[in-house]
């Protein structure tokens, strides 16, 4: 068996590819997994069906070889639920299907944009997934349309390629088969916004004024809060924001922005408080509820940021940092 230094505990079985290595199983109890670039000097350029989850695939009859990556600690015995936040490959092209199967904790994912094929039913039972962070050019083709088809829960996607980035979210949805008249046919039922958003791309590239248009559905809908959280991202991040959408933005904030800041209030996420502040749509009415949330909710730093913005003596304590 290789052995390999790296940030985790690691027993992975592989198999060679025409162009690289390729991770059939990886065995773990960490909670953050960080997948190696590579392995003998070759690039992982692919991880297997059922790779990480809770039920091991049957490699019968497959030429593998084990790696064990170490950090000095004891050999793993793998436990799926373990996992909260796996890091692929630099390099990796192929992800398999149900690799996360029943990896019922994992909450984050980051890849690059080098991953093209994103098989079927990955994610399946992976309910507290709310992170992705990809690492590619938004303008560029990717697999976050896959991604987005196999999981049908809220996802915060953080595109970061040089600088340029774009923070987007996708509401839930949900979809049921509702019974209609004769007996014994049924129509498929799509509830939530979130499935219109993850129609907003073309040939797999983002179209950023495609989902900016979707804003005035979750208005129309009544969705004001998710409809404020989606604003001030776009705000934040403004990648393909035209001046009518960041106008969109800033009247929905005007109008919803107060919700948002009572929300940040109770969660002490002083950063995107900061922030929602700075864009000058909060009325003194806004500011003052939030306040009355931080207070009640003991979040010191969040309402040391609004009462500064009020012109108020700010209470001691330790500050936090959060992102937005």
Same mark, same amino acid.
């Given at each position: ?253 005007? *109008?919803?922005?107060?919700? =948002? +800041?009572? &929300? ?7 950063? !995107?408080? #900061? /922030?929602? $502040? ?23 730093? *969040?309402?040391?940021?609004? =009462? +500064?913005? &009020? ?7 330790? !500050?936090? #940092? /959060?992102? $937005?």
């Amino acid at each position: 068996m290789r052995t390999i230094e790296g940030e985790n505990e690691l027993l992975l079985t592989c198999a060679e590819a025409p162009d690289g290595v390729s991770i059939l199983r990886c065995e773990t109890r960490d909670d953050d997994v960080r997948l190696p670039d590579e392995i003998g000097g070759a690039p992982v350029v692919s991880l297997g069906g059922y790779a990480l989850s809770e039920r091991a695939p049957n490699l019968t009859g497959r030429g593998t070889f084990r790696v064990r990556v170490t950090c000095g600690g004891p050999e793993p015995v793998h436990d799926a639920n373990a996992i909260r936040s796996v890091t692929l490959p630099a390099r990796l092209q192929t992800v398999g299907g149900h690799t996360f199967y029943n990896c019922r904790r994992l909450e984050t994912l980051v890849l690059t944009g080098s991953v093209r094929d994103f098989g079927g039913d990955t994610l399946m039972n992976c309910h507290a997934l709310h992170h992705i962070r990809l690492r590619a050019d938004p303008a560029q083709p990717t697999c976050l349309r896959k991604i987005l088809g196999e999981h049908m829960g809220e996802l915060d996607v953080v595109f970061d390629h040089h600088g340029i980035q774009a923070r987007l979210l996708f509401p839930a949805y949900s979809e049921v088969l509702e019974p209609v008249t004769p007996a014994h046919i049924f129509q498929r039922r799509i509830h939530g916004a979130g499935y219109g958003y993850r129609e907003c791309f073309e040939a797999g590239v983002f179209q950023p004024h495609q989902y900016d248009r979707a804003l005035a559905g979750l208005l129309a809908r009544h969705d004001f809060i998710d409809a404020a959280r989606i604003a001030v991202r776009r705000l934040a991040a403004p990648f393909g924001l035209s001046d009518i959408a960041r106008s969109a933005c800033l009247d929905c904030l005007r *109008a919803y922005g107060g919700g =948002l +800041a009572r &929300a940040c209030a109770a969660e002490g996420e002083s950063a !995107a408080l #900061s /922030f929602l $502040l700075s864009l000058g749509v909060l009325s003194a009415q806004d500011v003052a509820a939030a306040c009355d949330t931080a207070r009640e909710k003991g979040q010191t730093a *969040a309402l040391s940021v609004l =009462l +500064a913005a &009020a012109g108020q003596d700010a209470p001691k304590g330790r !500050a936090k #940092s /959060f992102d $937005l």
